[in-house]
């Protein structure tokens, strides 16, 4: 019995730290999520507001010597005005546009902002700690990691209190704007004020997540690179859907963690960036609108 425990050990420990990675991953993925959700634009710059998060954080924690829980609120305002910024100065201008157009200007914000951070405040990667031991934890006999389980937590915390914010009156309004812009400006709601409002709490989160990130990896431009994951939990749960992003970010962080874990040692590594790639695809092949995204019919 003890041989078949240890056996089973190995995986149960792969899936659980692959569980909390992954609902790191849908912290990540969340920005993504609300944008879409209110303006139906894919934001691909959203892994650069993520490395910019965490750089503004450093910053202020190095430069004006904040202390760390002042510092993230400073830096989230920060990161919530970049966020409202991009949106009134870039994206509004783009109004009536093609969607592709609208993509290629996220995705050249994502090239601009990946190359203007570390051409501020230097290219070599900084420690970064947000106070959490890296002592050993263990659940049983599984070795969990510390930091993915406070990042884990704080995934689950945001994205209840992002389901609750849907359910106000603030809430009703972005999902109004969503359904459908020209009925919301009929009945007066502010269209241009609502998406500028989800920008900025995008901005908001992404600094958070670049910040849980920073302390598992240190602070550079590859934090940017977390924009492939976040799009592969997003697209596979559903692009509009907060609790989808959940499931999705299970679902990737499980399987990444697991084949990784097993197949790293044979192939020499990498299979990580690869489960995310083929989640992409096989979502968008085959169950284009994820697992809970909404699928809109249009009758022609």
């Known amino acids: 019995m003890t041989d078949i425990y240890a056996r089973l050990a190995y995986p149960a420990e792969l899936a659980a730290n692959g569980a909390l990675l992954g609902l790191m991953y849908a912290l990540v993925a ?3 999520v609300l944008v879409y959700k209110s303006s139906a634009v894919a934001n691909l710059a959203h ?4 490395m910019l998060g965490a750089f503004v954080t450093w910053a202020i924690t190095t430069h004006l010597r904040f202390p760390l829980g002042l510092a993230l609120v400073a830096a989230v305002l920060v990161m919530a005005a970049v966020g409202a ?5 870039a994206l509004r201008r783009m109004a009536g546009q093609p969607l592709i157009m609208i993509l290629m200007l996220t995705l050249g914000l994502e090239i601009m902002l990946r190359g203007l951070a570390p051409a ?3 290219a070599g990667s900084k420690p970064f700690s947000i106070g959490i031991s890296q002592d050993p934890f263990f659940v049983g006999a599984l070795l969990i990691n510390r930091v993915y389980l406070a990042g884990g937590a704080l995934a689950l915390v945001l994205m209840l209190l992002l389901m609750l914010l849907f359910h106000t009156r603030l809430g009703v309004v972005l999902r109004a704007v969503s359904d459908d812009y ?5 009945v007066g709601i502010s269209v241009e004020r609502a998406i500028g409002l989800t920008w900025a709490i995008a901005g908001g989160l992404a600094t958070l997540a670049g910040a849980v990130w920073a302390s598992v990896q240190g602070i550079d431009w590859t934090l940017s690179l977390l924009l492939l994951k976040a799009l592969a939990v997003a697209i596979l749960g559903g692009l509009d859907s907060i609790g989808g992003a959940v499931v999705a970010g299970l ?3 499980v399987l990444e963690s697991v084949i990784s874990g097993y197949l790293d040692p044979l192939v020499g590594g990498g299979t990580k ?4 790639a083929v989640v992409i695809l096989l979502t968008i092949l085959f169950k284009p609108h994820g697992l809970f995204g909404r699928e809109i019919i249009e009758r022609v």
């Open 30 to 32: 969340l920005g993504i």
């Open 47 to 50: 892994g650069s507001l993520v």
């Open 85 to 89: 910024g991009i949106e009134r100065l």
């Open 120 to 122: 501020i405040w230097g």
């Open 182 to 186: 020209v009925a919301s400006w009929s």
């Open 251 to 253: 679902l990737v962080g």
């Open 273 to 276: 960036e690869v489960v995310a």
